[in-house]
């Protein structure tokens, strides 16, 4: 077996590999779940009957959805024959009797076509005896409605750190969720067989997950459930959890009818039903030296975690190992807590926490640094992490050098001191548009809190004709994870990448697998598929062997053909496959990895929970109108550590992707909530994309530069290589510090800019006049002491 890192000459890794799926998804052919649903013959189609209170006991009679030609079945709790729960966490009932959210769904109706289910669904009476409720963070709070475990983070003394320090601040960071959006909304499509099996077709980031949600729910084995997930239109987190209840929903229909069952949410339902990246209050203390130096944080994060824990705890988790973002904090006191508040449960999203702890240290630096009158790139730059420093809890930081390095490779190629110059000037000249550009970086841990998630499978087979078909435990949600386990399979295989064919995943193939989560993707089940083509590339090298007179040692695999040192001749990959199956040689095997090095103790908080740390960071300018608020995003450059590629148009791909999501948190996506006391309290204003603004053509920056750090390999990941699906996300607060600083710029010299989150055209306009507003405070007092 080679190092895990190590890659042979003439690697397929690394090459600039189209999506697999490329072609099916430009031209339409790429079959999704619901499209399998419709070429299902008897299918019946599942529709909710969602609240209208954001709170309250429920009564509901289902009587009147059996007049409605075409309605089936309408499921209830009474059908459930095993739990009724749809979560991990035993809080999270099917059919709910107290519904916790407004559009929680309480009863599913079953109809021959969409519209009988819907029109069945409209003749259920539901009463409702209302409870109160909590609809904001700050309602929690002040409430005391709280779930989960509180975690605290310490290090040093920061109550007397804070005491002694030069400079000290506090203030509130608060900042909004985020929709996924994905295009694909959640679907499900369940078959129940003549043996009693359960063939489960999901939208899901997590198979193994949703096969033991439906076992549990209808009271059978795991083992009588089979989940695939074939592709998903998008994931973002907003699939590793939430999608279970809805593979349930659609398996329990099928039991209680023996017809197929779809479930497909119409945008409004999944908007309405489905959780959003946490939200979170976050109250501070920080303390600098007189050289700007970080001396303390003090913090309490609140987390809003909705109706339900789901992966409520886990996220606080990450955020609290991520508020240190880059920088080095002597004396840390932070602790997390998640409020429970009437609105769907808040889940994974892509980040998983991380940017909540990172927006923490990056709001208070981008804040105060006027104050200690300190550029804010010296500011960041000086309170890098140095070698040998250690995590808040307290794992060292892998490659700390990596981070100035990055830092000043990009602040050369953006040319960042001259066009800070020259935007100085343009400001000077430009009373009602102003322009900044900032820089922000990324530090980002790679690998599950949990530590048991950090294992994978995978299957592969090798035929007598040379073809190979592999399966491994990761989904497929658009970033490419199946065309780099490929590339991988065919570097370990010695064959080019026509030559391997991938299985969509699915549970009776690859067990137990752990969600395509957490950036952990390709480390995972790369190093799975690898050490499958291993065990049977060495079968074959000693075929080889004896075909070629030589040592088994000397055995080369490459480009499709088998050769041996000092050997003239060659044979095919098929010729030797065919010859294995004639000595009666394994072709098969099932491949295993698990992250070595991990310890975690979440009740203490400390632990080294990461394989390694991504490192990146991007410049950012903008420029900002007086009158309107809006701004423009006119140039991003940006320099990113992914290891070794494995397949670098992807990688750039994900890069670009991942910005773009975050500058839409950050500066565009607003959820709003009816947070009166009228009828529609808890209901979700922003329920489509006419209300819901996301990024477009329009906020994309005028130039957009990329690169991938070089000489980056990752010794003990797959191909040297590193996560990429979530680090860039966070490198998106190189746009909402360079709107701050654009703001700024319409103000006195020293003013600190308090910038809400998302940084709206309507949150920027009322900055602006703030910052007018101590211009002109300023002023006046100039003018009084004059007169004095």
Not at 128 to 141: D, K, M, Q, W
Not at 214 to 221: E, K, Q
Not at 537 to 563: K, P
Not at 746 to 760: K, Y
Request: with cysteine; aromatic share 8%.
């Amino acid at each position: 077996m080679s190092s895990l890192a190590d890659r042979p000459s003439d690697p397929v890794v690394g090459i600039r590999a189209p999506h697999e799926s490329a072609a099916l998804h430009v031209t339409g052919a790429a079959k999704y779940t619901d499209d399998l649903a419709a070429e299902t013959a008897g299918v019946l189609t599942a529709w909710p009957v969602q609240s209208t209170n954001a709170h309250a006991k429920v009564t509901i009679d289902v009587s009147g959805a059996y007049e409605v030609p075409g309605v089936v079945r309408v499921l209830t709790a009474a059908d459930v024959p095993g739990v009724n729960d749809a979560g991990i966490k035993h809080d999270e009932p099917l059919f709910p009797d107290e519904a916790m959210y407004y559009g929680h769904a309480l009863v599913w109706v079953l109809g021959e076509t969409q519209e009988a289910a819907r029109l069945g669904a409209e003749r259920v009476v539901v009463e409702y005896e209302p409870l109160p409720s909590c609809i904001t963070v700050r309602e929690a709070i002040e409430a005391g409605s709280f779930q989960g475990a509180e975690r605290t983070v310490r290090r040093g003394d920061a109550a007397a750190a804070l005491a002694s320090s030069a400079h000290v601040f506090e203030g509130v960071s608060e900042f909004g969720g985020q929709e996924h959006f994905y295009l694909e909304t959640q679907a499900s499509l369940a078959v129940r067989d003549s043996e009693g099996q359960y063939f489960i077709q999901c939208s899901t980031q997590h198979p193994s997950e949703a096969q033991e949600i439906v076992a549990h729910v209808l009271d059978i084995s795991s083992s009588q459930v089979t989940v695939q997930s074939l592709r998903m239109g998008g994931g973002f987190g907003g699939k590793e959890m939430q999608s279970h209840g809805f593979a349930a929903i659609a398996a329990l229909g099928a039991k209680l009818t023996g017809r197929p069952v779809r479930v497909r949410l119409n945008r409004t339902q999944d908007i309405t039903m489905t959780g959003k990246r946490h939200p979170f209050h976050i109250s501070w203390r920080v303390g600098f030296d007189d050289d700007g130096m970080l001396q303390a944080i003090d913090t309490v994060l609140t987390a809003d975690g909705g109706w339900s824990l789901d992966l409520s705890e886990a996220v606080l988790g990450r955020a609290l190992c991520h508020l240190d973002n880059a920088y080095w904090i002597p004396n840390v006191h932070a602790v997390g807590r998640i409020a429970k508040t009437h609105k769907t449960s808040n889940t994974a999203f892509r980040g998983f926490g991380g940017p909540q702890g990172v927006f923490l240290i990056e709001d208070i630096l981008g804040r105060v640094a006027p104050a200690l009158g300190i550029d804010s790139l010296s500011l960041r730059e000086r309170n890098f992490y140095q070698p040998g420093q250690s995590t808040p809890y307290g794992q060292l930081v892998k490659d700390a050098q990596r981070m100035p390095t990055i830092w000043g490779q990009l602040c050369e190629e953006a040319d960042v001191a001259a066009r800070r110059a020259e935007i100085a000037a343009f400001n000077a000249g430009s009373p009602h548009v102003k322009r900044a550009l900032a820089v922000t970086p990324i530090k980002f841990g790679i690998s599950f809190n949990f530590a048991a998630f950090n294992q994978a499978g995978a299957l592969v087979h090798v035929y007598k004709d040379g073809s190979v078909l592999i399966n491994h435990g990761g989904t497929e949600m658009g970033q490419g994870l199946h065309t780099k386990m490929m590339q991988v399979a065919a570097t370990a295989l010695g064959l080019e990448l026509h030559q391997v064919r991938l299985a969509p995943t699915r549970t009776d193939k690859v067990p137990n697998t752990s969600a395509t989560a957490a950036s952990s993707g390709a480390d995972l089940n790369g190093g799975a598929v690898k050490n499958a083509c291993e065990q049977i590339r060495e079968r074959l090298a000693a075929v080889a062997a004896g075909m070629l007179g030589a040592n088994a040692l000397d055995v080369r695999f490459s480009g499709g053909y088998v050769t041996a040192l000092g050997r003239t001749g060659r044979f095919s990959f098929a010729e030797v496959a065919e010859a294995a199956y004639m000595q009666r040689v394994q072709l098969f095997a099932a491949g295993y990895y698990r992250t070595e090095g991990l310890h975690w103790n979440p009740e203490i908080m400390q632990g080294s929970p990461f394989k390694y740390f991504a490192y990146g960071s991007a410049a950012t300018e903008v420029e900002v109108d007086e009158f309107t608020g809006a701004y423009r995003v006119r140039r991003v450059d940006i320099v990113h550590d992914v290891g070794d590629s494995l397949s670098p148009m992807l990688d750039i791909g994900q890069i670009e992707g991942a910005y773009v999501q975050g500058v839409g948190w950050l500066t565009l996506e607003e959820l709003r909530w009816d947070a009166t006391d009228g009828p529609h309290r808890g209901r979700l204003q922003t329920q489509s994309a006419s209300t819901y603004k996301l990024p477009s053509f329009s906020e994309m920056p005028e130039a957009f530069n990329v690169r991938l750090f070089e000489d980056a390999r990752e010794d003990g990941a797959v191909y040297g290589s590193k996560a990429v699906g979530e680090p860039p996300f966070m490198l998106a607060f190189s746009a909402r510090e360079a709107i701050r600083e654009a703001v700024a710029a319409f103000g006195p010299a020293g003013h600190m800019v308090e910038l809400a989150s998302p940084a709206t055209p309507e949150a920027v306009f009322w900055a602006v006049r703030a910052a007018q507003g101590a211009g002109a405070a300023e002023g006046a007092d100039r003018e009084l002491a004059a007169v004095r």
